[in-house]
């Protein structure tokens, strides 16, 4: 088997006890706070109001972004107690070349409750507004945190999410041979998301950047690290989901999102993690977590991609035969 065995080096004070498909639970040392699985960015922002993140392998090497799905997304929260003032809170964020050109854009004016996006013409090379719309809520709504995405499937399919609410309309037909595909509106751009180089988000007002994350993964707010069922919430509102969802305008399918026990706990074994670059098939992952963040099992590895190689599996015509500790906190919480 390929499966992970209780050879693994152990966190002090840990018990182990290998998991079947019966419930099993086991009380472990405090895990480190995380909330995504295979991100290859996820970084704390000393709350700034500009920031800008720089992609490290370029979008047009087909080789590493040969799988679907990219997505930057940027985590703040509005917070006056930090020394910003005023009423005037306006978050932006803009997709840009190596040389500054604009690719895509989206403003926010939280006052007003509107949002705008721009782009470069691709005739004239003008940056001009491609869409304009209303806010579905306030831009704190009482929440007092935001997030701000941008979903990237091709060079010229691509949209913007604000607090899960897809800040584009319209659709277009595709073809894949001759079968037809209702997609996003194609976004008639000068330069593509191939061209891509850097991600910037500025603010103003009381609204700070706290979060940054990249890659083919998906995230959550750190506030549900212990209530995973508010965290697949919050996922499938962002979602492709026709539901709660964003439609062909959401982020991800809502076969990524996190399973759980219960409202507290994840899974220990996640069995659809989202594809990377490293998927020789295209196929999920499947892979351990640890229950009370969902964060990807840590022990005895230093980075993302070791403690991919030594805790998932990818999960191809349902291949996965990974074992999986269960590390949590109080069995009591657990039904």
């Known amino acids: 088997s390929s499966g992970i065995n209780a050879e693994w080096p152990l966190r002090p004070g840990s018990v182990v006890i290998m ?39 370029s979008p047009s090497d087909l080789s590493y972004w040969r799988t679907y799905h990219m997505a930057h997304m ?15 809170n306006t978050i932006e964020a803009g997709y840009y070349t190596s040389d500054g050109s604009l690719i895509y854009s989206a403003y926010v004016d939280c006052a ?22 209303t806010l579905e809520r306030s831009c704190n709504d009482g929440d007092d945190i935001f997030d701000f995405w941008l979903k990237v499937q091709q060079p010229y399919l691509m949209n913007w999410l604000f ?20 997609r996003p509106l194609k976004v008639e751009s000068l330069y593509g998301a191939d ?36 965290a697949a919430v919050f996922l499938e509102e962002r979602s492709k989901s026709s539901g709660l969802g964003e439609g062909e305008y959401g982020a991800n399918m809502v076969s990524y999102l996190p399973d759980c026990v219960n409202t507290i706990y994840y899974n220990w074994l996640q069995g659809t993690v989202h594809p990377d670059q490293d998927s020789s098939s295209g196929a999920a992952y499947c892979c351990c977590t640890y229950m009370e963040t969902g964060k990807l099992y840590d022990v005895g590895c230093d980075t993302k991609d070791e403690c991919k190689a030594l805790y998932c599996i990818e999960d191809y015509l349902n291949a996965c035969d990974q074992t999986c500790v269960a590390y949590t906190y109080d069995s009591s919480l657990v039904v």
Do not use: H
């Open 195 to 230: 061209e891509a180089s850097t991600f910037t988000v500025t603010t103003t007002g009381t609204a700070i950047l706290t979060r940054m994350a990249s890659g083919k993964c998906i995230t959550w707010p750190a506030a549900m690290d212990s209530n995973c069922t508010a």
């Open 74 to 88: 940027m985590y703040g929260e509005f917070s006056d107690f930090k020394g910003n003032m005023g009423e005037d």
């Open 112 to 133: 007003a409750e509107t949002w705008k996006t721009s782009l470069t013409n691709n005739e004239t090379g003008v940056v001009e507004t491609f869409q304009t719309g």
């Open 163 to 182: 607090n899960g609410q897809a800040l584009q309309f319209g659709e277009q037909t595709t073809y894949f041979g001759d079968k037809a595909r209702t």
């Open 19 to 57: 998991l079947s498909s019966c419930l099993i639970i086991v009380v472990a040392a405090l895990a480190q706070p995380a909330r995504a699985i295979l991100c290859d960015t996820d970084e704390t922002i000393d709350d700034l109001q500009s920031y800008t993140f720089t992609l490290a392998v």
